[in-house]
């Protein structure tokens, strides 16, 4: 089963109060689950990878095999695919916990995206640290 998954992290102060928020909807566009998660006072880097994987756990636990991931963080988006190096410590076991998550589908693709177009987990992820 395809899954489209959009995912956004956000942190009030950077680091301060942060929050999740992530879409899953079927190929035809049809939303199948949201997730709206307050996760305490982090890094936008850190919710941006912690909201990665909320989406790539629940999409499994969905049954998802095809899975497009898009996200307006052009910084986990390129580390994921291999272009920039991780150079945060803090980021390090994030990484490697949303790769090993990545290799439990049958095939994924990463996309960066405008803000613009990620609004709706950009809203979830805001509505969730109000």
């Known amino acids: 089963m395809k899954l489209i998954i959009n995912t956004d992290g956000l942190s009030?102060?950077?680091?301060?109060?942060a929050a999740i928020g992530a879409t899953i909807k079927d190929e035809h566009g049809k939303m199948l689950a949201t997730i709206s998660q307050r996760i305490g006072i982090t890094t936008n880097n850190v919710a941006e990878y912690k909201a990665l994987i909320a989406a790539?756990?629940?999409?499994k636990k969905m049954g998802?095999?095809?899975i497009e991931i898009r996200a307006d963080s052009e910084l986990m988006i390129r580390q994921l695919s291999g272009r920039y190096k991780i150079k945060s410590e803090g980021l390090k076991p994030l990484?490697?916990?949303a790769?090993?998550?990545l290799m439990k589908f049958e095939t994924v693709s990463l996309k960066h995206i405008p803000r613009e177009l990620n609004a709706e987990a950009d809203k979830l992820a805001n509505d969730a640290v109000r």
């Open 12 to 17: 009030k102060g950077n680091p301060g109060t």
């Open 56 to 59: 790539l756990q629940k999409a």
């Open 64 to 66: 998802g095999t095809i």
């Open 95 to 97: 990484y490697i916990e």
């Open 99 to 101: 790769t090993q998550l």
